[in-house]
Nanobody, 125 residues
Framework: QVQLVESGGGLVQAGASLRLSCAAS????????WGWFRQAPGKERELVVA????????YYADSVKGRFTISKDNGKNTVYLQMTGLKPEDTAVYYC??????????????????WGQGTQVTVSS
């Protein structure tokens, strides 16, 4: 069993930066592929970024390319989502998720085995 706890969300103005963290406990951290999803009110949950279990491959949704960066620190059992140039349309609840599927990035939500509780990101114009 893996427990995921996100932190770092908040209310910011457009153009600001935030760094979300996802702290993992439980099974071996390095054996998982990771993803950050988001869900805005009235919209479906969407994959924002993903990283393979070895960290060699990443995926970024077109809407965040050049602004968001995913990284992970195996020593700290933590995955990060660095967000810059935030826009009002980035407003959503952000979830981190872990998948045992490998070795590439995992783009399908149903292939993720563990989910965090979510952290709210609100970007005002």
């Amino acid at each position: 069993q893996v427990q995921l706890v996100e932190s770092g969300g908040g209310l910011v103005q457009a153009g600001a930066s935030l760094r979300l963290s996802c702290a993992a406990s439980g099974r071996t951290f390095s054996n998982y592929a990771w993803g950050w999803f988001r869900q805005a009110p009235g919209k479906e949950r969407e994959l924002v970024v993903a990283i393979s279990w070895r960290g060699g491959s990443t995926y970024y949704a077109d809407s965040v390319k050049g602004r968001f960066t995913i990284s992970k620190d195996n020593g700290k059992n933590t995955v990060y989502l660095q967000m810059t140039g935030l826009k009002p349309e980035d407003t959503a609840v952000y979830y981190c998720a872990a998948s045992l599927v490998g070795p590439d990035v995992v783009k399908v939500a149903t292939l993720y085995h563990y989910w965090g509780q979510g952290t709210q990101v609100t970007v005002s114009s």
